[in-house]
């Protein structure tokens, strides 16, 4: 069955650094593109990166622009999240996504919470 | 980018109602929407795609319709699992962006 598993998360100070990972397993990885996903506490899904099945294209949300780079190895069936330059707006549960159409299948997901 | 409005924000119901939840898209966005369903605590889970194409395992009381820039869910007869939030997500163009989400209460 599949399943994704983040990880990475964590506490971090304002202008710092984090990456995540998700690991993927039952189903060939590297035909799919994936996505990340993001929500605040108490608040709404905010989609904020995506990534095609060969790496060629990727996508942001103007909110992260420029600070987060998504990446994947398909060797190892993982996705990636790099995180520079962190806001305290940037705490969040993180999810990835599998995407055939749009997010079918998604992780359970990992906090990230920016604060001095 | 284009904005998604779903309204109600907030829905109190009663087991067996039916109950519609509505996604205005600013721009025509043909059937690229999914409709989500998130538990406190879990992950969101697809219930519709491409509009009104159900999920595999999803109960056929959750419908979905629409196409351009309105679009419905519709759950027939509410049942006690059915209380939860609900999202839209329009994946036509990049960004793609969600409703604000619609909380099922239980009246």
């Known amino acids: 069955q599949v399943q994704l598993v983040e990880s990475g998360g964590g506490l971090v100070r304002p202008g710092g650094s984090l990456r995540l990972s998700c690991a993927a397993s039952g189903f060939t990885f590297s035909d799919y593109y994936m996505s990340w996903i993001r929500q605040a506490p108490g608040k709404g899904l905010e989609w904020i990166s995506y990534i095609s099945s060969s790496s060629t294209y990727t996508a942001y949300a103007d909110s992260v622009k420029g600070r987060f780079t998504i990446s994947r190895d398909n060797a190892k069936n993982s996705l990636y999240l790099q995180m520079n330059s962190l806001r305290a707006e940037d705490t969040a549960i993180y999810y990835c996504a599998r995407e055939w159409v749009c997010p079918d299948y998604w992780g359970q997901g990992t906090l990230v919470t920016v604060s001095s | 980018d284009i904005q998604m409005t779903q309204s109600p924000s907030s829905l109190s119901a009663s087991v067996g109602d039916r109950v519609t939840i509505t996604c205005r898209a600013s721009q025509g ?50 049942q006690p699992e059915d209380f939860a939030t609900y999202y839209c997500l329009q994946h036509n163009s990049y960004p793609h962006t969600f409703g604000q989400g619609t909380k099922l209460e239980n009246k």
């Open chain 2, 29 to 78: 966005i043909r059937n690229d929407l999914g409709w989500y369903q998130q538990k406190p605590g879990k992950a969101p889970k697809r219930l519709i795609y491409a509009a009104s194409s159900l999920q595999s395992g999803v109960p056929s009381r959750f419908s979905g319709s629409g196409s351009g820039t309105e679009f419905t869910l519709t759950i027939s007869s509410l």
